[in-house]
């Protein structure tokens, strides 16, 4: 058997239930089953937030278009990269940069 550790939900931050999701399955958080923990890898790394930023024209200036959770900043870069290439930033998918929060 690999080893496993449990880690808090990240979903729900170890309640189980996600307030604002009442309405589906009674809020039961689906990424953990409502248990509160998830069990993960012994090796896990657990994401970080990453803000993405392009330069805007209107500004003159560099700004933050969207945060992404990602467990490198490679990671981070290949995410921004296609979630630019699908909005309405493409033509700024090769200069973004990325941030670490
Ligand atoms: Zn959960």
């Known amino acids: 058997m690999a080893d496993t550790k449990k880690i808090e939900c ?28 998830q069990t993960v890898k012994a090796n896990y790394k657990p994401s970080a937030m990453y803000s993405v930023k392009i ?21 981070a870069k290949r995410k921004a990269k296609a979630q ?8 700024q998918a090769d200069t973004f940069t990325v941030e670490k929060r």
Request: net charge positive; with cysteine; charged share 25%.
């Open 10 to 37: 990240r979903k729900c931050l170890g309640k189980g239930r996600i307030h604002g999701y009442s309405h589906i399955l009674n809020g039961v958080c689906f990424a953990c089953d409502g248990k509160g923990y």
């Open 84 to 91: 630019l290439l699908r909005g309405c930033y493409a033509d």
């Open 55 to 75: 330069y805007f024209d209107h500004i003159d200036g560099i700004g933050t278009v969207f945060g992404l959770r990602a467990r490198s900043e490679a990671e």
